[in-house]
């Protein structure tokens, strides 16, 4: 390092403390890059690579951008998920000795953003923390710096918890050991595109425990305490406005795991990843920034506590039955401005006069609206409004102390009121008195020179001088003026008085300019002191808006308010995908009814691709979500069961990043459903087995049926193309089939999107390849090998004959029926004990497998064959009995025993 000049010695011995970012080094009015940061900086924001000399005996590679426009370049490195330190200045350069000192003043990054195009007003910006404890246990904390929040909990099992909370705060940063397992970083990076972070200080500063009087739990404690050291470690400032860490329990919230999350597109579509199309996009009739993030929150953790459901339905109930009153708040809420985000400003010290400006005019409105919910009829608005803090001193504060339209920067004056402070406004008597002495000697000099031409002007390097044209020079006496500077075209004066008179008004402005700045910081300072009271009416203000938000939708889509069954039972009339309905706009939309009981717990789906299978299966999680947020619901009468869980199997997609196929990501997904679901969870199973052979398919399908009636007792939707499997309503008691109807006419087929009870009589396929265009000859040739299948079949029916009987014992019982149950392991499709899957007798057993077999080969017949007589055998057949007569029954599951057979019938043909 010594054959480096002292700057850059100075910017190695910072950049060793960053070496996870890039160095951002204060050099005048440039921050520069060098060595690696500068080439890769250079590419990422695509700016001229340059070099310097730094000493050594080959030039350093260097780029740079300038101070006044650096925050787009940190934008768009953050977008990249880069980090950036910005390194300043921290002494006076005129009284410097040597190098000037430069620190890192703060370290942004992608979970720590406080401003920026990165940061989207109806978004929180999480950054969260993991951190791992012997019992087995996971701390999951997350923080809005922008905003202040913190919340913690505390997550059992395995490690797909974690993931699922992640995925649901959406944290672009995550937190973790330096000996956080390779193996967890690599599925996290699989499951969110996230920068990661290394802190190891665990210990705690004693001025965080006012944020943490909530947390008793020692690891939530320590999970927390992570999460702010490197807050406190990064920013390198005030963090006044970071609100008390509110624990949590997943438990007390609907679960809607990553897949279901996205399957169901709440708050993004699977397509385009973006928010329109989504539920979230549907709902958003937010008047303020800080309410379109509460709705999102909301979608994302419903409730399943009914009495604080029911508390939201109420004042939506007000809220639709009072119009105008409606009307009035959203006007008003539209004048109110994000007070999360800039009490985090204020905190943070990068607020401006605009933005207090904003914040008064955002208090304004906080009497009118505490008025109008004192006019409703219902208590719980009237107290809301009781509630409702105008924070009278601030506005006082700011209605006495600031502008009405103020400049941008706080450090060029002109934001503060004549008569605030008494010592401004002397300072401003002398500038203006100056300035007038100023015009008033320009009309003196001009009259005494004869020169109407004459001008008094003022520059930075010169200070106040009286300009003559050449071609009026000569009017002047010789001595009349000190000459001061020559220009092309003109001759520039001063005289002592006129200096005088400089000094004084250039030391008025400049302490105006001082003292103005002054005094912004002192009233940024007091406003801190009541950080807390403006978070808190943001959190009621936030909820007002989401409420009336969700009377203004139901209102103008026709929603009603649902009503909960302490009986499981799901009625819904006429009830619609409310995304669809609203995305079809003219068109007509088909509505449909859905019944479930505790006699009517699967509804196996049958019907024609295109025909509105998934739509429905959706509408009716959809519609359990809207319920159990606090909306009302689309349909035209509607009574549910409060949901503890929503899992759903809808769609193909590969995973290719973890290396996972469309059958495997399916199985993955169903296996999370199946072992964590209970009795009062909502199951959607959309084509189970489709991508894997026909019969291991049907066989999966099959079971998974079967698990769910006898094992699990949740409501379930479950489409299928496997007609087979619709004969599972003579041994599945509490399975009902139903069908989207279609009809054929002039041979084309005419979906009715309509749901029907009962099975479909054929599945349309070729159809609605029809409908996709494919090759006419396509088509042709595909109805000619259809007809010869089916006239090969026959008049015989071949049925896919249950995997296992019904297990009287393991039915769920009344009580069961009524009770959540707390989610546990259990294993896919394991039975419970031997004696549930094994036959009376081996005479049952070969019975049952002849009947298998007799199905399987009748799927793959191909030709009339005669039959060959035993003594015909020939090697490969004789070795296939061998096999056969080797197998051990008895020990194995009914799934394997079709498999078996299935390779047997493979080697036998």
């Not at 007589?869 to 080797?886: G, P």
Request: proline share 4%; with cysteine; aromatic share 8%.
């Amino acid at each position: 390092m010594a054959a480096y000049t002292p700057m850059i010695q100075q910017y190695l011995q910072v950049k060793a403390d960053y070496q996870d970012a890039f160095l951002f080094f204060r050099l005048g009015d440039f921050y520069e890059m060098f060595f690696e940061d500068a080439i890769k900086a250079s590419q990422e924001l695509e700016i001229t690579l340059t070099s310097r000399d730094g000493g050594s005996t080959e030039r350093i590679p260097m780029c740079g951008v300038p101070h006044h426009s650096a925050a787009q370049y940190i934008d768009q490195l953050i977008e990249k998920g880069y980090k950036v330190a910005i390194c300043d200045q921290v002494e006076d350069p005129r009284q410097a000795k040597g190098v000037v000192k430069r620190e890192v003043v703060q370290l942004i990054t992608p979970g720590t953003m406080m401003e920026g195009r990165g940061l989207s007003e109806k978004e929180n910006n999480y950054l969260a923390s993991i951190s791992i404890f012997a019992d087995g246990t996971y701390g999951f904390a997350y923080n809005d710096l922008s905003t202040g929040e913190n919340r913690v909990a505390l997550l059992a099992g395995n490690f797909e918890e974690v993931l699922n909370e992640l995925s649901i705060s959406g944290a672009k940063e995550v937190v973790v050991a330096s000996n956080f397992p390779d193996e967890l970083h690599r599925k996290i990076r699989e499951r969110a595109v996230v920068t990661l972070s290394i802190e190891d200080d665990v210990n705690m500063a004693d001025f965080y425990e006012p944020l943490l009087k909530n947390v008793e739990q020692p690891n939530m404690r320590q999970a927390v305490v992570r999460l702010l050291n490197y807050l406190y470690r990064t920013q390198k400032r005030s963090l006044d406005h970071l609100q008390p860490v509110q624990p949590y329990e997943v438990q007390q919230f609907m679960k809607i795991d990553y897949y279901s999350k996205r399957n169901l597109e709440l708050t993004e579509t699977i397509r385009s990843k973006g928010k329109k199309g989504s539920l979230l996009w549907l709902l958003d009739e937010t008047k303020t920034a800080m309410g379109g993030r509460l709705l999102k929150q909301w979608i994302d953790r419903p409730l399943i506590n009914r009495t604080e459901i029911e508390r939201r339905h109420a004042l939506v109930d007000t809220f639709m039955t009072h119009y105008f009153e409606r009307q009035d708040l959203r006007e008003k809420l539209t004048e109110v401005y994000d007070l999360e985000r800039l009490s985090g400003r204020v905190a943070f010290g990068n607020v401006n006069a605009r933005d207090l400006v904003q914040l008064k005019r955002s208090l304004w409105q906080i009497p009118f609206i505490k008025e109008l919910l004192k006019s409703l009829p219902n208590e719980m608005a009237v107290q809301l409004g009781e509630a409702l803090d105008p924070c009278e001193e601030v506005t006082d504060l700011l209605e006495r102390a600031l502008v009405e339209n103020p400049p941008l920067s706080i450090k060029e004056g002109n934001i503060i009121q004549d008569g605030y402070n008494q010592e401004l406004d002397t300072y401003r008597d002398a500038s203006r008195n100056g300035k007038t002495w100023i015009a008033q000697l320009e009309r003196q000099e001009r009259e005494k020179t004869g020169i109407k031409s004459l001008k008094i002007g003022y520059n930075r390097v010169f200070g106040y001088y009286i300009e003559i044209t050449r071609a009026n020079l000569h009017l002047l006496a010789n001595d009349q003026y000190e000459r001061k500077q020559t220009l092309s075209n003109a001759e520039r004066f001063i005289t002592p008085e006129l200096k005088e008179k400089e000094a004084l008004i250039l030391q008025a402005e400049e302490k105006i300019v001082e003292l103005e700045y002054q005094l912004f910081t002192e009233i940024r300072e007091k406003i801190k002191e009541y950080i807390p009271n403006l978070q808190g009416l943001a959190k009621k203000i936030s909820a007002l808006d989401v409420l009336q938000c969700f009377a203004t939708v139901s209102e103008e889509r026709h929603y009603v308010k649902p009503e909960f069954s302490e009986e499981r039972r799901i009625y819904l009339k006429d009830g619609r995908h409310p995304v669809v309905e609203k995305v079809m706009n003219a068109q007509e939309y088909v509505p449909n009814d859905c019944y479930m009981d505790n006699e009517r717990e699967i509804l196996l789906i049958t019907g024609p691709n295109m025909s509105g299978k998934s739509t429905y299966m959706r509408q009716v999680a959809l519609t359990a979500i809207l319920a159990q947020i606090g909306c009302y619901v689309p349909a035209s009468e509607a009574v549910l069961p409060i949901f503890d869980q929503v899992f759903t199997r809808i769609g193909a997609a590969d995973d290719l990043i973890s290396g996972q196929s469309t059958f495997m990501v399916e199985m993955l997904e169903a296996k999370n459903a199946i072992t964590n679901a209970t009795a009062s969870s909502l199951i959607l199973f959309d084509e189970i087995g489709r991508g894997t052979s026909t019969y291991d398919g049907m066989a999966l399908a099959q079971a998974m049926i079967e698990y769910i009636h006898e094992r699990i007792g949740a409501k379930t939707l479950f489409s299928t193309h496997y007609h087979e499997l619709t004969v599972l309503d003579e041994t599945l008691p509490r399975l009902k089939n139903v069908h989207v109807s279609a009809v054929e006419q002039n041979g084309k087929v005419v979906f009715l999107h309509k749901i029907k009870e009962g099975a479909a009589d054929k599945s349309y396929g070729i159809h609605v390849a029809e409908l996709a265009e494919l090759p006419r000859e396509v088509i042709t040739r595909a109805n000619e090998i259809l007809r010869a299948l089916e006239a090969k079949a026959g008049d015989t029916e071949h049925e896919i004959p249950a995997l296992k009987q019904p297990v009287a014992e393991s039915k769920p019982s009344e009580a069961e029926q009524h009770v959540a149950v707390e989610p546990k392991s259990q294993p896919a499709v394991e039975p419970r004990n031997e004696a549930e899957t094994r036959p009376a007798s081996e005479a049952q057993l070969d019975a049952k497998s002849q009947v298998i077999e007799e199905a399987q080969l009748s799927f793959f017949t191909e030709m009339e064959q005669p039959k060959k007589k035993e003594k015909e055998l020939d090697s490969k057949e004789r070795k296939v009995i061998e096999q056969l007569k080797e197998l051990n029954l008895l020990d194995m599951t009914p799934l394997q025993a079709l498999n078996t057979l299935y390779e047997l019938h493979k080697k036998i043909k």
